[in-house]
């Protein structure tokens, strides 16, 4: 008897509990057509149910599994209502209603639903009025859902195909944007970077006069920046290598492909050090002709830098080589 009156009062206080909620649920239903309503009722509904749940002491452990799961349950009825809807779009052959709805979620932020709608659609609307935003939206949306390669490719395809559209512009810069967000860390191969480079180099001829020139100049350089210090830590690798040829010929490679670098005068003043170096540690028989070498790019050096705060280093591996060309010369 005691057992019975003791079941009796949580599946009382179930029943009790049911009721009082009936209608918030219900109210959940209906607000199913929106999905912002849906949101923030459900969070509210949630946080109610479990605040009960936590705060009344005649439920025993197991009865408030059972009244948990059927909240649970109730919410995710509710939720799929959400799923019902897309659903529908996204088989339906009115292909007009498809793309006004793959609009709207794309204003929504509903990216990957709008995509999936816009792929479903473009077989049929090549030629027809919306083909053009269709197109751009389509590409949009990857870049928005980090899809960064294939936005590149449409992006670039839109900018083709829709030459003389007001978006060409917009579309040209993004497909370089789309690579500039793919360009790694500088020890990772740099073929995004380049093609970012690329891009944006190809925007700005195309549309010289763009607000957005200033904005692709300033990313070029940024790119570049990375990868002219990629190309000197390569040949500062090279140094700890003791590869001093190598070293040698990726600072002039630097040189050259980075005229207007900012560490010119610290690159010429290690190729003086590696081609010391390198001819230090030569066979005799190739010992004079790279000295010599370090001889010539000290009297670079020194014609372009003679204040250098690096000319007393470099002028100790110049003296150093002259008197192993003297020794040579006996």
Known sequence: MLRGSLLARPLR???VWLRHHSAALVQLRVLSRSRQQIAQSNVSLVMKCSETLTKNEY???PMKNIVSIIVCSCVLLVLSSCGDDFEKVRKSQDYTYKIERAKTYYDEGEFYKSQILVEQSLPYIRGDDNAEEMYFIYAKTHYELEKYILS????ENFAQRFATSTKAEEALFMSAMSNYKLSPNYRLDQTSSEKAIDGFQNFVNTYPQS???AEANTLIDELRAKLEFKAFEQAELYMKMKDYEAAITSYRNLLIEYPETARDEEVRYK????????????VITRKEDRYKQ???AYEEFEARYPESE???DAKTWHTASQRELNNLSQ
Not at 152 to 155: A, E, L, V
Not at 271 to 282: E, P
Request: hydrophobic share 40%.
């Open 13 to 15: 206080f179930t029943c």
């Open 59 to 61: 439920l025993c452990r």
């Open 152 to 155: 590149s490719y449409y992006f």
């Open 211 to 213: 607000k957005r020139v």
């Open 271 to 282: 190729i003086i050090r590696s081609a010391y170096r390198w001819a230090k540690n030569s």
């Open 294 to 296: 370090a001889v010539r």
């Open 310 to 312: 690096y000319i007393a």
